[in-house]
């Protein structure tokens, strides 16, 4: 494993991180599925010690991943170890109507972050951000105090914001233009790279720089095929739909896997190390629920040539816009 600055920060982060989504379990709020489905705990506990094996050193959780059971989990098996970083979320809660509700105001952020920090058995959240706060929010300005008396209480020991999936710009130009938090979570991979110019502005800044959804929910990996089908508990059921998976398979067929052919590797390690070829990120978060997910997302990571980078960044204008297109209309 290969550890990278995250920003000017002190934390040395794992390339590849672990991203603990799924192993939060099936979870409805108001009728909407925000979970993978069903999961073992008995096998999440196990894929974490894999990863910790592997020399991945970053999880990266949220306190609505399977509603708080993603933390527990987490905490209950790496609890306050000083050799495992941990990153987490705030501001999605349910609401008095059962549905999904979002607060950034102070009162509640601090509140959840100690209810987080119950969950985790730690001392403090190596990086605490905002999960996916909008400008207005940013600009009333109470959740950026929040952050940054948690800081100074020693409860977090940095903070940043998680990016929107298909607008990431307004919400990190503020954050800069203000010079705070350390960091951002933000979508990157082949089909979505939108957030490239807004992710160079800000580790030109000293940002550190954390890369969700690198294998775009399973896409990149060329297992989901026309025709597949998932549980009515894992949120892919209405997010990928069967144009969406018809499309896609035809660019991996045609672009991706003569180049993964080329590399001799497979299309999930291809798309991983088109993320890390990009210097400015710090670390890449793909989906982690088994032992055998810690080992295709860890071995058979290429070195791409400058040449076929820059092509695959090439594609996104060329090939991936209409897969755009389609997953902004689905939500």
Request: net charge neutral.
């Amino acid at each position: 494993m290969k550890y990278r600055q995250f920003g000017n920060t002190d934390l040395k982060v794992s390339e590849i991180g672990f991203g603990t989504w799924a192993i939060g379990g099936s979870a409805n709020v108001g009728g909407v599925e925000i979970g993978w489905g069903p999961s073992d705990d008995a096998v999440s506990v196990q894929a974490i010690h894999a990863a910790l094996d592997a020399g991945i050193n970053f999880f990266d959780t949220a306190d609505f991943y399977g509603l708080g059971h993603a933390e527990t989990l987490l905490g209950n098996t790496v609890a306050d170890r000083s050799d495992v970083l941990v990153a987490s979320k705030v501001g999605q809660k349910i609401g008095a109507d059962g549905k999904i509700a979002i607060d950034y105001s102070k009162e509640y952020i601090i509140a959840a972050c100690e209810q987080s920090l119950r969950r985790l058995k730690r001392s403090h959240i190596d990086f605490h951000h905002l999960h996916v706060a909008r400008l207005h929010h940013l600009q009333q300005g109470e959740c950026i105090e929040a952050m940054e008396l948690l800081q100074q209480q020693g409860k977090i020991r940095y903070w940043g914001a998680s990016l929107i999936t298909f607008v990431p710009e307004p919400e990190a130009a503020h954050l800069l233009a203000l010079q705070k938090g350390h960091g951002f979570q933000l979508v990157l991979n082949l089909i979505n790279q939108l957030a490239v110019p807004i992710m160079r502005q800000a580790a030109s800044q000293g940002y550190g720089i954390i890369a969700r959804m690198p294998l775009q929910f399973g896409l990149l990996t060329g297992r989901i095929k026309p025709g597949a089908n998932f549980s009515s508990e894992d949120h892919r059921s209405y997010r990928l739909t069967p144009n969406i998976i018809q499309t896609t398979t035809d660019v991996l067929r045609t672009e991706m896997l003569p180049l993964a052919k080329q590399y001799n590797c497979s299309l999930a390690s291809l798309a991983l190390s088109f993320v890390l070829g990009f210097p400015e990120v710090s670390t890449v978060i793909p989906g982690i629920r088994t032992p055998q997910h810690v080992a295709l997302n860890t071995q058979g990571l290429v070195q791409l040539s400058a040449t076929d980078h820059a092509y695959l960044q090439a594609l996104f204008e060329r090939r991936w816009q209409p897969v755009m297109q389609l997953m902004q209309a689905a939500g």
